[in-house]
């Protein structure tokens, strides 16, 4: 037999929906390094570019292999750059993470999010209108970003790698 539950005639039930709300953050709202909410940067699509490239310079710099550049400004509004780049070991890839976040710092633009630290896979780290990708070679080919966002127009930078000579994969000695 089914019965059935009445609340009492002057208890309103708990609205514990508006409760949980109150405590809980909005996704969209900037991070730093869990410290509390920072300020939405207004969307500038030229200076999110800067910022990519300036990204794609830094993943050049700690000799990461493959760096793409991919304008997704066309595709979603969501966010406008995307940084993709493989990393050959997790110390790499978690020191790229760690300068990205102060190089993005010093250039005004907070990090919203970040997942995959402890996992050494993939590192992403969002600062809105420009993501940053660092996967490992295995999680880069079976998550084929590049293929996912193929509607994305791909964005020539200058490798300091290509620049001096050296084959990709092949950065020569470190410089000092």
Same mark, same amino acid.
């Given at each position: 037999?089914?019965?059935?539950?009445?609340?009492?005639?002057?208890?309103?039930e708990?609205?514990?929906?508006?409760?949980?709300?109150?405590?809980?953050?909005?996704? =969209?709202?900037?991070?730093?390094?869990?410290? &509390?909410? +920072?300020?939405?940067?207004?969307? #500038?699509?030229?200076?999110?570019?800067?910022?990519?490239?300036?990204?794609?310079?830094?993943?050049?710099? %700690?000799?990461?292999?493959?760096?793409?550049?991919?304008?997704?400004?066309?595709?979603?509004?969501?966010?406008?750059y995307?940084v993709?780049?493989? &990393?050959?070991?997790?110390?790499?890839?978690?020191?790229?993470?760690?300068?990205? #976040?102060?190089?993005?710092?010093?250039?005004?633009?907070p990090?919203? &999010?970040?997942?995959?630290?402890?996992?050494?896979?993939?590192?992403?780290?969002? %600062?809105?209108?420009?993501?940053?990708?660092?996967?490992?070679?295995?999680?880069? =080919?079976? %998550?084929?970003?590049? &293929?996912?966002?193929? #509607?994305?127009?791909?964005v020539?930078?200058? =490798?300091?790698?290509?620049?001096?000579?050296? +084959?990709?994969g092949?950065?020569?000695?470190?410089?000092?």
């Open positions: 037999m089914i019965s059935e539950v009445q609340d009492g005639p002057d208890e309103p708990a609205d514990l929906t508006s409760a949980v709300a109150a405590e809980e953050t909005d996704p =969209s709202t900037p991070v730093e390094d869990g410290q &509390g909410a +920072a300020e939405v940067p207004a969307r #500038d699509t030229e200076d999110a570019r800067g910022r990519a490239l300036r990204l794609a310079e830094l993943c050049d710099e %700690y000799r990461t292999e493959r760096t793409v550049v991919l304008d997704l400004s066309a595709v979603t509004p969501v966010f406008d995307f993709i780049t493989t &990393g050959t070991n997790p110390r790499q890839m978690s020191a790229l993470a760690d300068e990205a #976040d102060k190089t993005m710092k010093a250039a005004g633009s990090k919203f &999010g970040t997942e995959g630290h402890a996992g050494r896979q993939w590192i992403l780290h969002d %600062y809105g209108d420009v993501v940053l990708h660092i996967l490992s070679e295995q999680a880069r =080919s079976t %998550y084929d970003l590049e &293929g996912l966002w193929a #509607d994305a127009t791909p020539e930078f200058a =490798s300091a790698a290509a620049a001096d000579g050296h +084959a990709e092949d950065a020569g000695p470190a410089e000092a």
